[in-house]
């Protein structure tokens, strides 16, 4: 299979599989997240009705944004998409990051939303698990064999 539609392939499966249970209110909407390589685009979506409530996107008419391919322009759109959800009285949405991993833009755009007010997603951090060093393992085993 050719390598390019086997990526096509594994982020449709990504994308469905973190999709399967996030379903949009007009209460909690479902916050979409797009990007491609020169823009990044949020979307809040009723999906009962089939309507999309506000969307911001880094090549809006009126944009700051020079490049929407960059962090600093992630942040700029979440907060553009908390302040519309803000004035529709929106203040709680479910994240939907698609198909894309919670680093980089994708987690610069969903902590600014949730900073700007609209509610999406824990600011703490997940502490990362410190792996033992290799000297005590080696020690544990010397003591393991001699015992």
Do not use: W
């Not at 999309?52 to 960059?70: I, Q």
């Not at 759109?77 to 680093?103: C, L, P, Q, S």
């Amino acid at each position: 299979m050719d390598i390019q539609k086997l990526k096509v392939k594994r982020a449709l499966r990504r994308k469905f599989r973190v999709r399967k249970g996030i379903k949009g209110t007009a209460e909690k909407p479902r916050l979409s997240i797009s990007r491609s390589n020169l823009h990044i685009y949020a979307q809040l979506i009723d999906d009962e009705a089939q309507v999309t409530l506000a969307s911001a996107s880094s090549n809006e008419k009126g944009s700051p944004v020079k490049y929407g391919g960059n962090v600093a322009a992630a942040k700029l759109v979440g907060a553009a998409i908390a302040e519309k959800a803000k004035a529709k009285g929106i203040t709680v949405a479910a994240f939907d990051r698609g198909e894309f991993r919670f680093h980089g833009r994708v987690k610069a755009l969903a902590r600014a939303a949730t900073e700007g007010g609209l509610i999406c997603t824990g600011l703490v951090d997940q502490p990362k698990r410190v792996a033992k060093p290799q000297a005590e393992k080696k020690v544990k085993k010397v003591k393991a064999l001699k015992g």
